[in-house]
């Protein structure tokens, strides 16, 4: 079987069924984008630790950082082993790849001062929809759960916002999307107090 006719029975009858939304997406992409193109016409049984090895490379070489072609690999590494589980071929090399060291990142966090000189320019000097700069500080709300927020979900009589959705990259129909969906897990979903000093911000600028 030619690998690009097993990555579409793959993609519709054993990601799609047992994922989120996104995650298909994201496999999908990845698997026009970035998979078939190099090993889509190859045979289940042609594609060696070489051919597999030569792949990673040439991602590398195309300028895509270790923690994106790490993420590529992920999934030519998650069909190749549905296959052979399966017995749709025998052998996959999969675990032999080499992968590239994965970025290392490194976060530092706002100072004391530098949050407040960030709070006063989006307060006093910033547009309205900055407020949401400043709710990410106060609040620990994820860049995707500010974009997903709505009126609806802050409820001025107890203070508080409820967390319920997220927003994310998709794609569809070969387009970049912006997409609402639930939070990851159970525990996404929480109410979260807004504090006492952002509250006449916020009705002032629903109004």
């Known amino acids: ?22 995650t298909y ?25 070489g051919r597999l090895q030569a792949f990673t490379a040439g991602l590398t070489e195309r300028g895509y950082k270790a923690n994106t072609v790490r ?22 090399f999969a675990d032999a790849i080499v992968c590239p ?3 290392e990142r490194r ?17 006093h000097k910033g547009r309205p929809e900055w407020i949401g700069i400043v709710l990410c500080l106060y609040t620990g709300l994820r860049i995707g759960e500010l974009l997903a927020l709505e009126w ?14 997220s927003c994310h990259d998709g794609w569809q ?12 897990t159970e525990n996404a979903y929480r109410i979260v107090p807004i504090p006492k000093s952002l509250r006449p911000i916020l009705k002032a600028i629903q109004k």
């Open 1 to 22: 079987m030619q690998y690009k006719k097993w990555a579409e029975q793959w993609l519709a009858c054993y990601v799609r069924p047992a994922t989120r939304e996104r």
């Open 107 to 123: 976060i530092r966090c706002f100072t004391t001062a530098e949050q407040k000189r960030l709070e006063t320019y989006v307060l």
């Open 25 to 49: 997406e994201k496999y999908a992409h990845q698997m026009e984008k970035h998979i078939l193109p190099v090993l889509g016409e190859l045979a289940l049984e042609k594609i060696s630790a």
């Open 173 to 184: 129909n070969g387009r970049y999307i912006k997409q609402i969906d639930a939070p990851k």
């Open 101 to 103: 060291k994965a970025d």
């Open 71 to 92: 993420g590529i690999l992920a999934v030519v590494k998650a069909s190749l082993k549905r296959a052979v589980s399966l017995g749709v071929t025998h052998v996959q």
């Open 152 to 165: 609806r979900d802050i409820d001025f009589g107890s203070g508080a916002m409820h967390v319920t959705k």
